[in-house]
């Protein structure tokens, strides 16, 4: 990066048409799909239990968005604007199949934790918002770049979910104990209630981190 | 399945297992129209309606799928058949009551990408239901969605009144009650016998 000419501006605003990077880094932070954006919601709170699965599941979504990113970037000119949303979806759904059928083939288990949450990747709001919002008005690199950028922040939003849950939960971190013998798991953080208090509480957290951004600037 | 009695699905998709509270199913809409009591239940109208249409159409399409061997085909034909049941809706709407259509907004077209109607469409088809039995199904699990979207903006519609700190304004405020209605809605578990 050379800083010619943008010395007067700020990092943060060189940053802002700076190189592909930037679409990156925004997915991680500044665009959080789940932290800041609260998309693509049913899945963070559904299979968020264990540290495992949310691993497992943020994964999965990443590769569907990231197929499904360059697909509709490099077909942006070729599909017709009104049956757009469409063929998204359908491009999606292809994309979740194989995923679908690629965990049950690589493990058993695995598919059977996540169940209907793998084929419900189709309807995250998320991929859909990126294909129509991002990679239909942005060229492969870009787009790739996005969807990376989302997919790991998405899957880093479920780690944090999954890890607090479970450590609570069960006092375990991947099936590794925390916690010393005696320890009262809180059975109500792997319970769907937890999933609420868990997310609620990060979001509170970074509504507080943002409102002292915005305070000391 | 025998013993499953049509009763027990219906208690069971809208109370015990909850779509909204206890799978996370339409969490989306959930948080984007439960501000004001009017829209959220017509807002649960329509889904339950683009619920039942949908659960009679995939038990159609699971049979043929299997009929002609292509199981692989199943979330595909799901998705299409939702989005144009949806567009459907919409239309009709548009066409019945412009207000209600301005009111729900963006949010009829996202019926579409509703986690709890395609989840119904799966749920249905693994737990091997017939099709009187998906019909119950399916609307159990839309009066379970209607009456968590209508709990839920009866407590918000109260809590603008309320005095919170700014911080807990918003999202994190509705996943707090929801999380709270979520724990409450589990008592119901003892129903099913």
Same mark, same amino acid.
């Given at each position: 990066?050379?800083? /010619?000419?943008?010395?007067?501006?700020?990092?943060?605003?060189?940053?802002?048409?700076?190189?592909?990077?930037?679409?990156?880094? =925004? %997915?991680?932070?500044?665009?959080?799909?789940?932290?800041?954006?609260?998309?693509?919601?049913?899945?963070?709170?559904?299979?968020?239990?264990?540290?495992?699965? &949310?691993?497992?599941?943020?994964?999965a979504t990443a590769f569907v968005l990231?197929?499904?990113?360059?697909?509709?970037?490099?077909?942006?000119? +070729?599909?017709?604007? @009104?049956? *757009?949303?469409?063929?998204?979806?359908? #491009?999606?759904?292809?994309?979740?199949?194989?995923?679908?059928? !690629?965990?049950? !083939?690589?493990?058993v288990d695995l598919h059977k934790a996540?169940?209907?949450? #793998?084929?419900?990747?189709?309807?995250?709001?998320?991929?859909?918002?990126?294909?129509?919002? +991002?990679?239909?008005?942005?060229? $492969?690199?870009?787009? #790739?770049?996005?969807?990376?950028?989302?997919?790991? %922040?998405?899957?880093?939003?479920?780690?944090?979910?999954?890890?607090?849950?479970?450590?609570?939960?069960?006092?375990?971190?991947?099936?590794?104990?925390?916690?010393?013998?005696?320890?009262?798991?809180?059975?109500?953080?792997?319970?769907?209630?937890?999933?609420?208090?868990?997310?609620?509480?990060?979001?509170?957290?970074?509504?507080? &981190?943002?409102?002292? =951004?915005? !305070?000391?600037? | 399945?025998?013993?499953?009695?049509?009763?027990?699905?219906?208690?069971?998709?809208?109370?015990?297992?909850?779509?909204?509270?206890?799978?996370?199913?339409?969490?989306?809409? +959930?948080?984007?129209?439960?501000?004001?009591?009017?829209?959220?239940? =017509?807002?649960?109208?329509?889904?339950?309606?683009?619920?039942?249409?949908?659960?009679?159409?995939?038990?159609?399409?699971?049979?043929?799928?299997?009929?002609?061997?292509?199981?692989?085909?199943?979330?595909?034909?799901? $998705?299409?058949?939702?989005?144009? /049941?949806? @567009?459907?809706?919409?239309?009709?709407?548009?066409?019945?009551?412009?207000?209600?259509?301005?009111?729900?907004?963006?949010?009829?077209?996202?019926? /579409?990408?509703?986690?709890?109607?395609?989840?119904?469409?799966?749920?249905?088809?693994?737990?091997?239901?017939? +099709?009187?039995?998906?019909?119950?199904?399916?609307?159990?699990?839309?009066?379970?969605?209607?009456?968590?979207?209508?709990?839920?903006?009866?407590? *918000?519609?109260?809590?603008?009144?309320?005095?919170?700190?700014?911080?807990?304004?918003? /999202?994190?405020?509705?996943?707090?009650?929801?999380?709270?209605?979520?724990?409450?809605?589990?008592?119901? !578990?003892?129903?099913?016998?």
């Amino acid at each position: 990066m050379s800083d /010619t000419g943008k010395d007067k501006k700020g990092f943060f605003e060189s940053l802002n048409q700076g190189p592909p990077t930037d679409e990156f880094i =925004k %997915g991680l932070w500044r665009d959080n799909p789940v932290f800041v954006q609260v998309l693509g919601m049913c899945p963070v709170l559904a299979v968020s239990n264990t540290a495992m699965n &949310a691993l497992a599941m943020g994964l999965a979504t990443a590769f569907v968005l990231l197929m499904s990113n360059i697909l509709v970037s490099s077909l942006r000119n +070729f599909i017709p604007k @009104q049956v *757009r949303i469409a063929s998204y979806i359908l #491009i999606i759904a292809t994309f979740v199949t194989i995923t679908d059928y !690629a965990i049950q !083939a690589i493990s058993v288990d695995l598919h059977k934790a996540l169940g209907a949450f #793998i084929s419900l990747i189709v309807v995250n709001c998320l991929i859909l918002s990126r294909a129509e919002a +991002f990679a239909s008005k942005n060229t $492969i690199g870009k787009s #790739i770049m996005d969807a990376l950028g989302m997919g790991v %922040g998405f899957t880093f939003a479920l780690l944090c979910l999954g890890a607090v849950r479970e450590v609570f939960g069960n006092g375990t971190i991947f099936n590794f104990p925390v916690f010393p013998d005696g320890f009262q798991n809180w059975i109500v953080m792997i319970l769907p209630a937890g999933g609420f208090f868990t997310l609620a509480i990060w979001l509170l957290i970074f509504n507080i &981190a943002k409102e002292r =951004k915005a !305070a000391s600037s | 399945m025998k013993e499953e009695s049509l009763w027990y699905i219906f208690i069971n998709a809208s109370l015990i297992n909850n779509f909204v509270l206890a799978y996370f199913l339409g969490i989306c809409p +959930f948080l984007g129209v439960s501000g004001k009591m009017e829209t959220a239940s =017509k807002m649960g109208g329509a889904v339950t309606f683009v619920m039942l249409i949908s659960s009679m159409c995939a038990y159609g399409i699971h049979a043929f799928l299997e009929a002609i061997n292509a199981p692989f085909l199943q979330l595909i034909s799901f $998705i299409v058949v939702i989005a144009s /049941t949806v @567009q459907l809706v919409e239309m009709f709407i548009r066409k019945m009551s412009p207000t209600l259509f301005r009111a729900l907004g963006i949010f009829l077209p996202l019926i /579409t990408t509703n986690c709890a109607i395609l989840g119904l469409a799966l749920f249905q088809t693994s737990k091997g239901y017939g +099709f009187i039995e998906s019909i119950v199904y399916a609307s159990g699990a839309g009066a379970g969605f209607t009456l968590a979207l209508v709990l839920i903006a009866g407590l *918000r519609e109260k809590l603008d009144f309320a005095d919170v700190p700014n911080v807990v304004k918003g /999202t994190a405020l509705t996943l707090l009650i929801a999380g709270i209605l979520s724990l409450s809605f589990m008592g119901f !578990a003892g129903l099913g016998g």
